[in-house]
DNA sequence: AATGAATGAGATTTCATTCAT
DNA sequence: GATGAATGAAATCTCATTCAT
């Protein structure tokens, strides 16, 4: 599955056939199918091992503690972190997203495991924190930008400082949070 | 051109042979030879010309009177507008952005265009209209939770009803705009 | 088919890939799916043609004039010359009919050609010629010694000399005719 | 070799991989190696051992006293019956008995135990009891019926009833009898 | 200029067989 | 002796591209 991502997220779903990922993972091809049914499989495998891995991350060093905006700052870093730190996860995340071959089951595995996320969002809302928009909406407002500005650092050379990092989840927490609020 | 983005956005690259456009658009598979070089040039074009049709549509209407957020609202809310219209260009779009076969010169033309937008984020900058961050960060701001939202909408069946549109371009502004302004 | 005919009799199923049939018939091997949409299809064509040509040649100088027993030697002897003179036909029939991927299509296609003869049946039954058998078992009579007897001429060197023949077909007509009748 | 005619008789040689067998017998593949040097051996011995089956169900009961048309008639009817005991046998057989890699060894030795009966065939001859065919001939009138029946018993639906047997086996003897005898 | 039949390279997948355990 | 994971050759089939008409 390394090698997948490897091969998969630099050259594409067609440019990697399986041939490929066999002799650059030092297995013979019949070998991948003893464990993955097909190539579609094996996808889909690899796209919810990282979905875990995310969750994993994002949820690093969390603690119920301290105000909502460190708390939702913290969760907000450690996802963007998570994919600068590993930018073929996120490449390959987000060519095979919306894929046609992404199996629904495969979509909807991986919302289930974010519903600790979730959870934050709701008490935030309750607790006057955030504005009362709908879940989605906020998930959008956050998630959006954090692809964004993934793409430019990976693909456009547009490098995320420090600095421009703290901007960025101060400006998205200001999209968020409930006017009088901090 | 139009059966292309039909079939490729519905299908993928690869469930949308050269063969089934030609028939789909009642030519003969040679004569897309004749005007493209091979399938790749053709998705290449495709893709210029709907970044052109975005940035006309962002532009319709669009007035350099009245104030910056205003301004922002409508160049906003026509992006949005335009994507729902044609689902079809959106899925298209996200789905060959980052494509391997999508060549450098494709994006970096895509870019040029996007020039118009550019130059309101530098006036409303200078204008302590918005806040002053980087032009990219302030695109990733404002574009990621287009493209989140239309995701939802178009896979998700979280329907964009007018309202849930006004609390996000809302929720865009506050991300951007200088603290005392509006 | 001329070619798929002659690899297929000899070499059997497995030991004639569709690469082969190609390089043979000197085409390529992707031309061979233009007109055919999988190998399966390829054979079943083949059966079919075949079956049309045994029915002709069933028929080949058949009149309605004569004794029940001259016209049945007529039919029965037509069909032992046909495959005698078209072996890689009878192997190929013997070998495909009852084969998993021979759709029942294919099957009750070449049962309906087959009416013509069944008319003659029914009518000798009427006519106290032929004794009052079921139908398939006459057909059994009749077609399983044809059958066993090819087999013997061709795998078996058991030449199937003039002689033989004469003999064959008296003891067929023995087996169904009417005791009284001739 | 139970498991092996179980699938091969229901999924044809193609349908039928080493590893289903094994799987299906409760062994691993690799043992079946140590018994059988490749696939087609299996299948060879299969092919024997079947057919040794027959010529002692063929041989049941069998009396030497009787006339030649009761022992006739006996030997007939066991092996008729015998196969619509065992519709997996005759399949079988059916199948592979002229398929490209069923060794001329194994045809050989599958002639050889016909022997007891052809034993009969040539004394009935010499008594005058049946006509004076070739051998071959003889096997053809009688075994090519009892094919043919069977085929439409197992897979056309047109089931074997006592009266039709008798009706056949009577038919066949009338093929092959001398004209004054009974 | 338009066509679409022909091509064959290359993709996915299967499976008989081997061999270390 | 039994096992079954690993193998890779080979099979089927697809499709971008060419080119004679």
Redesign the pocket.
């Known amino acids: 599955m390394k090698t997948t991502l490897e091969l998969l997220s630099e050259h594409g779903f ?1 440019g ?5 990922i ?1 002799q650059h993972a ?10 993955f ?4 499989e094996l996808i889909n495998e690899l796209f919810k091992a990282i979905k875990r891995d995310i969750i994993k991350a994002m949820l690093h060093d969390y603690r119920e503690e301290g105000t909502y905006k460190e708390r939702f700052k913290h969760l907000w870093r450690n996802m963007l972190r998570f994919f600068m730190d590993r930018p073929k996860d996120f490449q390959f995340i987000e060519q095979y997203r919306y894929a046609p071959y992404m199996s629904n089951l495969t979509r909807e595995e991986s919302f289930m495991i974010l519903s600790p996320i979730m959870m934050f969002f709701i008490e935030s809302k309750r607790a006057k924190a955030m504005k009362d928009l709908p879940l989605y909406t906020i998930i959008a407002l956050l998630y959006g930008p954090i692809v964004s500005l993934l793409k430019q650092h990976i693909d456009n050379n547009q490098t995320l400082t420090n600095e421009r990092i703290d901007q960025a989840v101060e400006a998205c927490w200001d999209a968020v949070r409930y006017r009088q609020s901090d």
């Open positions: 067609h990697t056939p399986i041939s490929l066999a030092g297995v013979g091809a019949g070998t991948i199918y003893r464990y049914s097909n190539k579609e």
